[in-house]
């Protein structure tokens, strides 16, 4: 936890984004299923 290098830094950061873009992924796919499942009117 200690390691305060650039390039650990670096690692963290790009963890921390690949994982909250992971989360948005689903969080629009799930968001896109629930209206299309929700609008049969717009179907026709």
């Known amino acids: 936890m200690g390691d ?9 950061a790009t963890q ?3 994982k909250n ?3 948005q992924q689903q969080k ?3 968001l896109a299923a629930k209206q299309a499942g929700n609008n049969p ?4």
């Open 4 to 12: 305060r290098s650039p390039k650990a830094v670096q690692k963290q």
């Open 16 to 18: 921390k984004q690949s």
């Open 21 to 23: 873009k992971a989360q």
């Open 28 to 30: 629009g796919q799930a």
């Open 41 to 44: 009117k717009r179907t026709k």
